[in-house]
Every structure is written in structure tokens, then in C-alpha cells.
């Protein structure tokens, strides 16, 4: 025994020797508990883990106490681990709602509890998930995540940084394939391997895949077992969720604007991006891990229930966060007045909702939703309209029950623009339990740029419901994929001169959806986050608000959109066998030269030369949406939406 300590007490001298003589620039700014971090590295565990704690990562990616590392070149901490400490992604495991909501599933399907709880742990518990699957563990549910630290570490460090390149972007649902090598993949070429290896016991390796909108596709694109009335799985898979898929379909992934460029912005400053290491080579770009999303209130009432929820996050760690979230949100989408016209007694008002997200407004959970409040008033300041408005209780007024359907016109407070997707079951009745939902009987959240009827992935995130048949939705000027939807407000007109108040309104968690999950008792997680739920004021936000001056006695009479050059096909939709008509606004009508039909293919299925300005809709065009090619006889080319409906 006399010879043992010695020999310890010696193999920890030559320990920190050599740390000190391959590190010579180790300063002060690792703190004291650090070590209990680094010490983990080197108990032999019994189960050898495949993903470090979060805290192990903290010891060089949290904040440097000597202001030389994390740090922009105005000295300001950019420190990604409390950025995504104070995230979603940080504490999606202790997420009050995702908690509930799982209750919620096994509540209603409690024969498949165990298998509703293994999949929701893959994406909001990740490391905790695949460490038990690795260990031979068949399922791992709320329970073993909650005595699990890597459980509770959320969407981790590893989470995301161990995503192998095998099969990358082609699994979803959770599903995620994980490079079991104990490497860390990071975005910087020629990492420092040593200090990650010896502290932590994992390797740094450089990877450009990390960086792409792949890695997100595993757990944001989502399909569900669809389940009949007794509770049996179906052959049928409803996509839930399909955020990945809407960006795959858009403009941003052709220009390749990944979901990081935007959910990650870059900072135009090199950072020195671990702490304790002198010398060290600057990096850039480098990536803020804000992981800014659209969830605010989730934000807040984090922020509000830390205790409770056992988060550890300073206040202004989680304000910065929502402000962050804020201003993403508030740029997601814009609205624009166009020049309005007279038709006999009324004055039609259009709008044009433009999405500059890289995928649907709103997406993801399919609580979300959008909605437009309008206000038209007089001269003498009196409303004619009031749409969109909220209740004390932050509800919607005149909410048709169980959903207000898709709107091209408004022409009352009644009639309500919500963008959102509504599920139902395989009975077709209006659903919030998610293992229930057979399909979307509306989906109007505004498509992104680009997004088209014909991409190969269409059909996981298609346009349902009225909004099929909108001639102005996701159509501009004809062309299929304008990312906007025009819609009209039509008033009376008995002034001179109307004020416009547009807001573009956002809720993630709806009171309406939670009526379903608070009628459930018994279950201390529905419990907790109704408690919460009851302490806040689920305040909407307000993403975009215009306000505009309309002088009548300078509005011209018309029948459509005031652009020289638009071409006009009315009625529109149309029944097979009834007459078209052809004109234009302002502009001499030039004749026509061609006049072609395809469908949404590009499949032609009718060709006419030199027509009238009128044309009868060919009688074996059966109810959908079609594509008008027309030419008039400049050589100018115009390109229209036609939807043909079932005149029964």
C-alpha cells in the first residue's frame, strides 16, 4: 500500500505536466468545476458513451472568463453553449407542452404507449435515445429520460455534431444514423484534436456536412402511423410534419440557402472558438447557435418556470433568445397594399402575402398558425371591417368551429384569413392527438418561393383544402411558385378617403388546439403545463403590420388587379363546357395568336390558334387545377392558373 499513493500521486504529476507541455497556452479560464467535466472522461464506464454531456462541452465553448475566446471583435460573448443552452433545441427534454402532449398520445392510444414514447424521445431526447438503443435497451420513454442526464440534455452537442454522412437527408421521422466512432464532425478544416480527445474523450474531425440543411432533415421532417377508432395501426403513414421537404421544394435549396443560414445566421467576425488555448487560429465564418425558431412563448415560459422545470439558464440568456426569435419571425413574412378599385357599390382592397421563409408560414408542429387581422375605417374613423380579432383569452372571434376555412375575398368580421393545417381523423372528424391524424383537410400556410405542384417531394407537403382551388395562391402573375397569396377586402363604398390597419398575427400553441389536451386529467405532466399555461398571457406576435391611406376619388373603376400588362380569364374557377373570357386591364387588348391547356405536369391537353377573345372549356377536363399558356399576337406569352370544379 506504501508504494501505491506515490505511484498515483506521480502519474497525476505527469498527467499535468503533459497537458501543460502539449498545451502550453492552458489558462485560467476553465473553471473550477470544469474538472469534474474533464475527470468523466476518464471513469470507466460501464456502457461506454457515445455522446458527451452538454457540460463537457461547456469547459471550451462556454463563456471565457479572460474575454479572449467566444468573443466577436467588439469584445462580445458569442459562446455557443449558452446560446444553445438557452434555446429550444437546448431544452426541447424539458419542453412543458411536448411533455403533456406526449401524455396526451399514450392517453389516447395506451396499448402503443411504449412505442409513442420511443419515437418522441428520438428527436427531443436524441443522445439519450440512441445511447439506450446502442446499449441493447428495446424503448426508451419519459421515465428513463427523466433519470437520464443525456436524456435531459435535449437536441446536444452530439446530437447534431455525431450525424454520420451514411444516409444523410435520407432518413426521417427520427430516425437519425450516428457516427459511433466517438468523433465530433465540426465545420472547421485542421481542428486541434488534442484537448477534445483527452478532456472529453471524443475527436474532433472536420466534415462539411455538418453544415447542411440534411442534418435537420432526420427530425424535421415527421411521419405517423395512422390508427383506425380501436386504436389499430393502419397501412396508412400521415406526414406530419415536413419542414425539410417544404425547403427541399423552394427556391432556398436551389440557391442553396440552407436552414442553418438562417436558424444560425454567421457573423461577419473570426472568433476564436474554444477557451483556455492561447493561440489558437481564428475561425470563419462562425455561426451564432441561437437556433432561432418562431416559438416565443415557449421561450417565456421557460424563463418564467425554470425551477419548476429544473432549467439552469440565466434570465438574460433566455430574454436575448426571444428577442433573437422575434426578429426572425418578424422577417418571415411581408404584406404589401396594392392599388385598390371600385366595383358598383364597394371598393375591393387587394393584399399580397409574400413568404420569405425557406419553407411553408407557419410550418412544423401543426398547431401553428398564422392569421390576418384587418381593419378598414371611414374618414369619420368608423370600422367596417374588423377581422381577425382575439378575445380576452387570446382566442380568435368568429372562429368557425372546428375550422375556419381558406378565404380569396373577406367581406365580413365572420370571415377570418388563418393560415394553418387542420387534421382529421380517418372519419374525417377534426383532431389534435397526432397518432390519429389521417390527413390534412386544409393546409393554406403560405409556400415558399419556388415551390411547385410538380416537384418530386410535392406530395409531403401538398396545398389542401379551398386553397387548391385560389387562383391567386402561390400563383403571381400566373406563375406557379410565388411563395404569396393575394387576397381582396371588400368594403362599402360610402366615403371619400379608408384607412387600411393590416397584422400579420402568430400563435405556436393556440387556445383552441390545448381544449382537447386539457380535458385529460390525471397525468401530472397535463397538469404542470396547464398550471403554466393559466399563469402567462399567451400574448399572439405580431410578425408584420401595414397601415395605408386610400383616396377613393382617385381609385379607378376595374374588375381586377391594377397591372398594365396582367391578362384576365374569369370565371376562374370554371366548369368544364363554360365559356372563358379574355382581356386585360388598362392596356388595348392585343388579339389572341395561341391558346394552350396543360396540366400540372406540363402535359399539354389543348392547342387553338388564332381564338376569340372567349374559349369554352374543353368538356374532358375533369375537376382540378390546370395551367393556361396564352400568346396574343405581340409574341408576348402569359401563364395562368385555371382550376376547373365540379359543377354539381
Known amino acids: 500500500m506504501r508504494n501505491v499513493i506515490p505511484l498515483i500521486i506521480l502519474t497525476g504529476f505527469?498527467?499535468?505536466?503533459?497537458?501543460?507541455?502539449?498545451?502550453?497556452?492552458?489558462?485560467s479560464s476553465h473553471r473550477s468545476t470544469d474538472s469534474e467535466y474533464f475527470n468523466m472522461a476518464y471513469l470507466p464506464p460501464i456502457h461506454e458513451p457515445h455522446f458527451p454531456v452538454s457540460g463537457q462541452c461547456a469547459g471550451c465553448h462556454d463563456a471565457d472568463t479572460e474575454g479572449i475566446a467566444n468573443v466577436d471583435a467588439d469584445g462580445n460573448d458569442v459562446n455557443v453553449f449558452d446560446q444553445w443552452a438557452a434555446s429550444i433545441m437546448g431544452q426541447s427534454a424539458k419542453d412543458p407542452y411536448w411533455r403533456a402532449k406526449v401524455r396526451h398520445e399514450t392517453h389516447n392510444l395506451p396499448v402503443h404507449a411504449d412505442a409513442i414514447e420511443n419515437k418522441c424521445t428520438s428527436c427531443h431526447a436524441p443522445a439519450g435515445h440512441y445511447q439506450a438503443f446502442f446499449s441493447g435497451i428495446a424503448t426508451y420513454g419519459l421515465n428513463e429520460m427523466y433519470?437520464?442526464?443525456?436524456?435531459l440534455d435535449g437536441v446536444s452537442c452530439g446530437a447534431c455534431h455525431q450525424i454520420s454522412r451514411e444516409n444523410f437527408g435520407t432518413t426521417f421521422s427520427g430516425n437519425i444514423t450516428y457516427d459511433t466512432n466517438r468523433v465530433i464532425y465540426g465545420p472547421y478544416p485542421f481542428p486541434l484534436e488534442g484537448p477534445m480527445r483527452d478532456f472529453v474523450g471524443f475527436t474532433p474531425k472536420f466534415s462539411e456536412h455538418i453544415t447542411a440543411s440534411e442534418a435537420c432533415a432526420p427530425c424535421h421532417t415527421l411521419a405517423t402511423t395512422v390508427f383506425d377508432p380501436e386504436g389499430q395501426p393502419t397501412n396508412q403513414v400521415f406526414v406530419e410534419q415536413a419542414t425539410y421537404h417544404e425547403w427541399l421544394n423552394s427556391s432556398f435549396a436551389q440557391n442553396q440557402v440552407t436552414c442553418q443560414t438562417c436558424h444560425m445566421p454567421y457573423i461577419e467576425d473570426s472568433v476564436i472558438i474554444a477557451s483556455g488555448y492561447e493561440g489558437l487560429e481564428k475561425r470563419f465564418p462562425y455561426a451564432l447557435h441561437t437556433f432561432s425558431g418562431a416559438n416565443t412563448m415557449m421561450l417565456g415560459m421557460m424563463k418564467s418556470f425554470g425551477d419548476s422545470l429544473d432549467i439552469d439558464v440565466?434570465?438574460?440568456m433566455f430574454q436575448k433568445s426571444i428577442l433573437s426569435t422575434r426578429g426572425l419571425l418578424q422577417r418571415a413574412v411581408q404584406i404589401e397594399v396594392l392599388p385598390a378599385w371600385l366595383e358598383k357599390d364597394s371598393v375591393v382592397i387587394p393584399l399580397r402575402?409574400?413568404?420569405?421563409?425557406?419553407?411553408?408560414?407557419p410550418s412544423g408542429y401543426p398547431s401553428r398558425r398564422a392569421w390576418l387581422e384587418i381593419s378598414v375605417s371611414d374618414e369619420n374613423g368608423m370600422q367596417l371591417i374588423h377581422s381577425g380579432s382575439i378575445r380576452d383569452d387570446f382566442s380568435l372571434a368568429h372562429l368557425d368551429i372546428p375550422y375556419e376555412s381558406h378565404y380569396d375575398t373577406i367581406r365580413n368580421d365572420g370571415q377570418v384569413q388563418v393560415y394553418e393545417g387542420v387534421m382529421v381523423d380517418l372519419e374525417d372528424q377534426f383532431t389534435t392527438v397526432l397518432d390519429k391524424g389521417a390527413r390534412y383537410i386544409k393546409d393554406n400556410r403560405i409556400p415558399p418561393t419556388g415551390f411547385l405542384s410538380s416537384h418530386p417531394v410535392a406530395d409531403t407537403a401538398r396545398i389542401e383544402g379551398k386553397a387548391r382551388q385560389d387562383a391567386n395562391f402561390n400563383f403571381g402573375d400566373g406563375t406557379e411558385g410565388s411563395g404569396t397569396d393575394d387576397i381582396f377586402i371588400k368594403v362599402p363604398s360610402t366615403t371619400s378617403r379608408l384607412t387600411i390597419d393590416v397584422k400579420m398575427q402568430y400563435q405556436s400553441i393556440p387556445p383552441e388546439w390545448l381544449q382537447e389536451l386539457f380535458s385529460v386529467?390525471?397525468?401530472?405532466?397535463?397538469?404542470l403545463f396547464k398550471w403554466m399555461y393559466d399563469s402567462i398571457q399567451p400574448v399572439p406576435e405580431l410578425v408584420t403590420q401595414v397601415m395605408d391611406t386610400i383616396d377613393l376619388s382617385t381609385t379607378s373603376t376595374g374588375s381586377t388587379l391594377q397591372t398594365?400588362?396582367?391578362?384576365?380569364?374569369?370565371?376562374?374557377?370554371?366548369?368544364?363546357g363554360q365559356?372563358?373570357?379574355?382581356?386585360?386591364?388598362?392596356?388595348?387588348?392585343?388579339?389572341?395568336?395561341?391558346?394552350?391547356?396543360?396540366?400540372?405536369?406540363?402535359?399539354?391537353?389543348f392547342d387553338r390558334m388564332n381564338p376569340s377573345s372567349t374559349?369554352?372549356?374543353?368538356?374532358?377536363?375533369?375537376?382540378?387545377?390546370?395551367?393556361?399558356?396564352?400568346?396574343d399576337s405581340t409574341g408576348r406569352i402569359y401563364v395562368k392558373k385555371l382550376i376547373i370544379q365540379d359543377d354539381q
Open 14 to 27: 505527469f498527467f499535468f505536466l503533459g497537458k501543460q507541455a502539449v498545451y502550453p497556452g492552458l489558462h
Open 147 to 151: 433519470n437520464d442526464s443525456l436524456g
Open 314 to 316: 440565466a434570465d438574460s
Open 353 to 361: 402575402i409574400v413568404n420569405r421563409a425557406g419553407h411553408k408560414f
Open 521 to 527: 386529467e390525471g397525468y401530472a405532466e397535463i397538469d
Open 564 to 576: 398594365p400588362d396582367q391578362l384576365i380569364v374569369f370565371p376562374n374557377p370554371a366548369s368544364a
Open 579 to 605: 365559356m372563358l373570357i379574355f382581356r386585360k386591364q388598362k392596356e388595348p387588348f392585343a388579339s389572341i395568336r395561341r391558346i394552350m391547356i396543360f396540366d400540372i405536369h406540363g402535359t399539354p391537353l
Open 615 to 631: 374559349l369554352q372549356v374543353p368538356e374532358d377536363l375533369v375537376p382540378g387545377m390546370y395551367i393556361l399558356r396564352v400568346m
